[in-house]
């Protein structure tokens, strides 16, 4: 769905919109694993956990990207809560790590994120995410890399019963606006298909899921014009 999620709950919420991890009824984990144009070097994986405690929900997420030589780190704590009927909220505290081998140095920092979702009609929600709304350096005497921040405004509606469309834009930084869309049909009992584009260099994505009872396994690709596919798996586990 070009990862057009900023709306939506669950527990990939955690790293999408933390305000989408208020309405998690138990505890619930997710894996994923990304290769970015099938380039074992440009590849991701990460961890997520969400614990519901009393009228809100905590989360965390740990994040890498990049081999052991110059490999980045996001590991990240969030709390979420439901602030009334139609609206919830979440913030999230994260430390961002990355490792220079020229340097023989490991350099980290803090940055936070807040996120909300509004309830507009009983199909139709909006959502507005924003990561790193000051700008954090990671540096050193002949090194320095300011961490953007990122924009995300847009919305979801589920059009029938088994029919659902996204629409965002995000801004990161100095870069254009990026429009994203997607949508996600369960074509039977249980088996989803999504499709999505954006407007940034990975324009086309294309993905299927599988949802039984607790758990959940989503696999996707990005299509790159010139640099070639993206795949990403992930499975989800929901104990409610």
């Known amino acids: 769905m070009a990862h057009a999620f900023v709306s939506q709950s669950g527990i990939d919420a955690a ?22 144009f099938t380039i074992s070097e440009l590849s991701s994986q990460g961890i997520i956990g969400a614990l519901p405690v009393g009228k809100g929900v905590f989360s965390a997420c740990f994040h890498t990207f990049g081999p052991l030589s110059w490999r980045e780190t996001e590991a990240s704590l969030g709390y979420s809560l439901q602030l009334s009927p139609k609206l919830s ?9 990355m490792k220079l081998p020229e340097e023989n140095a490991q350099l980290g920092t803090a940055s936070a994120t807040v996120g909300l979702i509004y309830k507009l009609l009983p199909s139709l929600f909006i959502g507005l ?46 870069e254009p606006v990026v429009l994203k869309m997607g949508a996600e049909w369960e074509a039977a009992n249980h088996f989803f298909l999504r499709g999505g584009y954006s ?8 993905g299927l899921g599988f949802s039984y009872r607790y758990f959940t396994a989503d696999l996707a690709f990005g299509l790159h014009q010139t640099l070639g596919v993206t795949p990403f798996v992930s499975i989800k586990f929901n104990l409610n």
């Open 199 to 206: 407007s940034s260099t990975t324009k086309l994505y294309g």
């Open 129 to 174: 995410n924003i990561d790193n709304p000051w700008s954090v350096a990671l540096q050193t005497s002949t090194f320095e890399n300011n961490i953007p921040y990122k924009i995300q405004l847009g919305g979801h509606s589920k059009i029938s019963e088994n029919f659902t469309v996204s629409a965002e834009v995000e801004k990161l930084d100095k």
């Open 89 to 97: 909220g979440g913030v999230k505290i994260n430390y961002l790590s």
């Open 15 to 36: 790293i999408q919109n933390p305000a989408g991890v208020a309405s998690l009824p138990a505890v619930a984990f997710a894996a994923f694993y990304e290769k970015r």
